[in-house]
């Protein structure tokens, strides 16, 4: 039978650290299913699924234990395979916006407000044209309950600042 597992990683960035990971997984009997690694902020970040036999599963895991001796902090949790939140559609939302304390909290916030489930965001700070200051830009992958009002929540989200721009867009998946 198999089994999934979820690991984070994170310790210092090197060139070969994702293909000893690879590697150690594969050694194993893993299989590498899914994956979301960076370079951030001087250190390298990730989440990773990988599957394996359940009778080799603790020493995968035990094998993944050594490379925290080059640093590398590595979680492993068991993957419950739990459905997702709420019945409904994935959307694509897209913000821009004059950078300032609090403004990730305030977007999350109307997520939350409407039931929305947060399964990807990427955010990042840029310099806008011209010298016009610190730009917030954030894309993030939410799943949308099919009661939800999407007019609404791009009503709020624009609610939170006069200079944020607001893009949603329903994607094409639904989940069960």
């Keep these: 039978m198999l089994k999934t597992l979820v690991m984070t990683v994170i310790g210092p960035d090197r060139t070969g650290l994702v293909d000893s990971l690879a590697r150690t997984v594969a050694d194993q009997g893993g299989n590498w299913l899914e994956s979301r690694l960076c370079h951030l902020g001087g250190q390298f970040a990730g989440l990773v699924?990988?599957?394996?036999?359940?009778a080799a599963a603790a020493a995968l895991i035990d094998a993944l234990q050594h490379h925290t001796e080059s640093g590398l902090q590595i979680t492993v949790q068991t993957d419950n395979g739990?459905?997702?939140?709420?019945?409904?559609?994935l959307a694509l939302v897209e913000l821009v916006g004059q950078d300032r304390p609090g403004l990730l909290r305030e977007i999350t916030?109307?997520?939350?407000?409407?039931?929305?489930n947060v399964e990807e965001l990427e955010s990042e700070?840029?310099?806008a044209p011209q010298g016009g200051g610190i730009l917030f830009k954030a894309s993030a992958?939410?799943?949308v309950p099919s009661a939800a009002d999407l007019d609404a929540i791009g009503?709020?989200?624009e609610?939170?600042?006069t200079d944020l721009?607001?893009?949603?867009?329903?994607?094409?998946e639904t989940t069960a």
């Design 49 to 54: 699924q990988v599957e394996v036999e359940e």
């Design 159 to 161: 609610k939170i600042a």
């Design 125 to 127: 700070r840029t310099a």
């Design 82 to 89: 739990a459905s997702a939140l709420a019945d409904g559609s």
């Design 155 to 157: 009503d709020d989200l």
């Design 141 to 143: 992958t939410i799943l």
């Design 165 to 172: 721009l607001v893009d949603i867009r329903l994607a094409p």
């Design 109 to 116: 916030g109307v997520f939350a407000k409407h039931g929305l």
